[in-house]
């Protein structure tokens, strides 16, 4: 095997027999966020790594040791493939100004790229969903994220294992006092601190707290909390949002902790966690940006989203058992005998203009074997031709899933009988 060629470590096939559970997600989702009229925006896999280096934070560790960046050989320009979507999408309203005549609601999916230890549910190529609702100051658009999330959660069948942690970053003062209250703990606390830590201790204090080292954790609960340096502003806004959460019934905790791993939030901040997953239990997390826009080169917006982890929401449809519904074809195409391959072509194409799904035998064989594939493609009828059937432009119907005659036909006649089948047919 050495010599042979294999995917990039951390990068993921996405394997036939997976593909219906991906694409009732992702139908699932589309229909989810047009109910809510949020509008699709996509923006290219590379970008300018400045972009993700302005937008994110030098120091976090998305940027500091997670972004596959490369020189471009042709321009010496430094680029970087994605390893979040709130960035692009603010680069991409700004550039296209989108936001000219007011608020908008925007949803991207696609793969991301971060160069992290793969293990389960952790991958160097990874998917998002995620939602962007750019010029609106909240907190009803933080309530709506809230509550679309949890609508997601049950038409997907998994409200019994996710749960809401929540929290307020404040605004800029109140982050500011607070990190020096944070440098000052954390200084007299030195010796307990990781490399991690002590490089950011200056630099990013706030990040300590998102530390994932178990051997720190004892420290940074007893950390100053931000919760403690709240304006009445951000106060205000933190117990409007928590009200809508309870007007809605949707169960959620405080988490004082919780900070993120990304520079450009403040106010409202989430994560939607499970414990049926192991370490990466994060399933959704988000919170409002207000600052990014401006921070971005834009006119002043203030703005909220969320992304989703797909693999991990699909582990967790797996865990919990969430089928996809079935998806075999209606009819599949019995051909034996050359005459019989040709008719077959013609009779496909006809139950495909009356609406149905046709898998076409393919590859020859038998009667016999071509019946036993039909059997175990999961499709509803056999339609049978041999070389006797496409002389006399005939087809034979066979039910493969219920009881019933088989019943030979003019092909005319047999695209009615689906029609009919299908409620279709008007006379
Ligand atoms: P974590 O704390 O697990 O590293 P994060 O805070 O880095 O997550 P975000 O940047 O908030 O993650 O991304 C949103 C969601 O994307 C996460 O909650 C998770 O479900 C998913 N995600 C993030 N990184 C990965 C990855 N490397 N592989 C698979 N899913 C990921
Ligand atoms: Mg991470």
Known sequence: MSNSLRAVRGM?????????????????????????????????????????????????????????????ELNGESMTLRPEGTASCVRAAIEHNLLFDGGKRLWYQGPMFRHERPQK?????????????????????????????????????LSDCIRLEINSLGGAESRALHRQKLIAYFQAHEAFLDEDAKRRLIGNPLRILDTKNPAMQSLVEAAPKLMEELDDVALAHFEAV??????AGIAYSVNPRLVRGLDYYNYTVFEWVT?????????????????????????????CGFAMGVERLLAL???????????????YLVN????????????????????LDVLMHGGGGGFKSQMKKADASGARHAVIIGDDEAAAGEVTVKPLRESGEQVRLPLAAGVRMFLAQKGLLID
């Not at 009229?37 to 590379?46: M, S």
């Not at 928590?242 to 007007?247: E, H, I, N, R, T």
């Open 12 to 72: 993921n096939d996405l394997l036939p027999v997976d593909a219906p559970l991906w694409q009732y997600f992702e139908a699932t989702l589309r229909d989810w966020l047009k109910s809510y009229g949020y509008h699709e925006l996509r923006t290219p896999i590379l970008e300018h790594t400045g972009l993700f280096k302005r937008a994110i934070g030098e120091v976090t560790d998305i940027v500091e040791k997670e972004m596959y960046t490369f020189v471009d």
């Open 121 to 157: 549910g952790r991958y160097r190529q990874f998917h998002q969903f995620g939602i962007e609702a750019l010029g609106y100051a909240g907190p009803d658009l933080d309530i709506e994220h809230l509550l679309m999330s949890a609508r997601l959660w049950k038409r997907l069948g």
């Open 317 to 331: 449809m797996a865990e919990v058992g969430v089928r996809a519904p079935a998806a075999a074809a209606d009819v």
């Open 275 to 303: 414990d049926r997953l192991g370490a990466q239990g994060t399933v959704c997390a988000g919170g409002r940006y207000d600052g990014l826009v401006q921070q971005l080169g834009g006119k002043p917006a203030p703005a």
């Open 242 to 247: 928590k009200a809508g959460l309870d007007a």
């Open 336 to 355: 034996v005998g050359e005459a019989a391959a040709r008719f077959a072509l013609q009779a496909g194409e006809s139950l495909r203009d009356a609406g």
